[in-house]
């Protein structure tokens, strides 16, 4: 890489005040990873999975090393991940002006061509400036001012689907820069082609199967499965399939990308895959063009003979094996009614539950606090999650034939 050059280079007025972005004081840390909070966890696995070494875990993501081997093996393989950061810059600052000249002392040039586009955001958590979007902007300036200082040129801006996307993250007072490795978030596999209105993100939706303790080849039921986001995930998983396998990533525009390490990479992913074959995975849905869309996604992930979709209210369906897992986004205000229809409804999915589906486990996600009571049924877990910026609950219910109420009738006519 090119030197870093220095302030007396001819053109550079001296920076206001002397903050500069401290690269010596820089975190142990290369990287952040962003994920659903309540994920954190299964994203330390899959990022130590990667190669990477695991610095901290924070709310919302990880802090974690990593060479270029493990960047491009998180970014193709993690299936909770929602971006892969590469810091590049760290400043204290006390106003917008230390902003700027932190992010115009950083070689950009060195990182990627003037011919790639642009697009920054800023997020900040306590910063005591007016305006992000004004800081963003002085970011953008920073950025095309060092490529004219050396170019003579400036890169474009694309704020929809830039060559390298560039976050800054600002506290009370210090700014951190990154490259963003992805592009698009990593919750975009890159085949999926239709949502229905309750569609839960694919990254949530690999959490929520990988906290559930489901294991492939055990049969799966989502009974309200939309447009078969989380069938789509089961599937992957079944079949070890890297979720990344289809899309392109930010880090291909990069100066320092390798081509051969890359194609390496996913070539380890490819000989992981197993054969595709019918897989014991289940969905259904009451509304038959919301499930036409999940027969769309389906096919465009090459699954359109591995799993069984239905058409069926979902208070109709059988079990539709023995034992198995189910696992589902029920609805709590779009697709049923109002709250008042809710109330009556719940209580009709837990008795469904406990008629059709003893010996299975039943994890339910619901992002109100009052819904999930009226199921009848007693929770063996809770776990905390958000669905962007929805607060919910996954629950479980280990399932027994009968109702408790029954079987604590017939437990004290025995002691009669």
């Given at each position: 890489m090119k030197p870093h050059p220095e302030k007396s280079q001819p053109g550079r007025k001296p920076a206001p005040h002397p903050i500069r972005p401290e690269r010596e004081a820089l975190p142990p840390a290369s990287h952040f990873a962003t994920c659903p909070r309540g994920l954190e966890e299964l994203l330390v696995a899959e990022l130590n999975a990667a190669g990477a070494r695991v610095v901290r875990q924070l709310p919302a993501g990880v802090l974690f090393t990593a060479d270029a081997a493990a960047e491009m093996r998180a970014n193709l393989t993690s299936r909770t991940a929602t971006r892969i950061l590469r810091k590049v810059?760290?400043?204290?600052?006390?106003?917008?002006?230390?902003i700027y000249r932190a992010a115009l002392d950083l070689p950009w040039p060195d990182w990627f061509d003037v011919s790639k586009t642009i697009a920054v955001k800023v997020g900040a958590q306590n910063a005591p400036l007016k305006s992000l979007n004004f800081i963003t902007l002085k970011i953008k300036d920073a950025i095309c001012?060092?490529?004219?200082?050396?170019?003579?040129?400036?890169?474009?801006?694309?704020?929809?689907?830039?060559?390298?996307?560039?976050?800054?993250?600002?506290?009370?007072?210090?700014?951190?820069?990154?490259?963003?490795?992805?592009?698009?978030?990593?919750?975009?596999?890159g085949f999926k082609r239709e949502a229905s209105a309750a569609s839960i993100k694919e990254n949530l939706a690999a959490g929520l199967l990988l906290l559930s303790g489901w294991e492939p080849g055990t049969p799966l039921l989502d009974p309200m499965c939309g447009a078969g986001t989380i069938l789509l995930e089961a599937a992957d998983m079944a079949l070890n399939r890297a979720p990344g396998r289809s899309r392109h990533f930010a880090f291909e525009h990069y100066r320092d990308f390798d081509a051969a390490l890359w194609q390496r990479i996913k070539n380890e992913a490819k000989a992981k895959e197993k054969p595709l074959t019918r897989l014991p995975i289940f969905g259904a849905d009451r509304d038959r063009w919301v499930l036409d869309k999940a027969r769309n996604n389906l096919?465009?992930?090459?699954?359109?003979?591995?799993?069984?979709?239905?058409?069926?209210d979902v208070l109709d369906l059988k079990a539709p094996t023995p034992v198995g897992t189910l696992v589902t986004n029920?609805?709590?205000?779009?697709?049923?009614?109002?709250?008042?229809?809710?109330?009556?409804w719940y209580p009709l999915l837990g008795d469904w539950l406990k008629q059709n589906f003893a010996g299975w486990e039943a994890w339910i996600i619901s992002g109100d606090p009052l819904l999930p009571k009226a199921i009848g049924l007693k929770a063996s877990r809770r776990i905390p999650l958000f669905n962007g910026q929805i607060e919910t609950r996954f629950l479980q219910y280990k399932l027994i034939a009968g109702s408790m109420k029954a079987k604590r009738s017939d437990t004290v006519a025995g002691h009669q």
């Open positions: 810059g760290y400043t204290r600052y006390r106003k917008e002006e230390h001012d060092r490529f004219r200082e050396e170019t003579r040129a400036r890169p474009s801006v694309d704020t929809e689907s830039p060559d390298v996307p560039i976050y800054a993250f600002l506290t009370p007072d210090a700014a951190t820069f990154y490259l963003d490795t992805s592009g698009e978030p990593l919750f975009k596999r096919a465009a992930a090459g699954y359109a003979d591995s799993i069984e979709l239905k058409v069926s029920p609805p709590y205000g779009e697709r049923i009614g109002e709250a008042e229809d809710l109330a009556e």
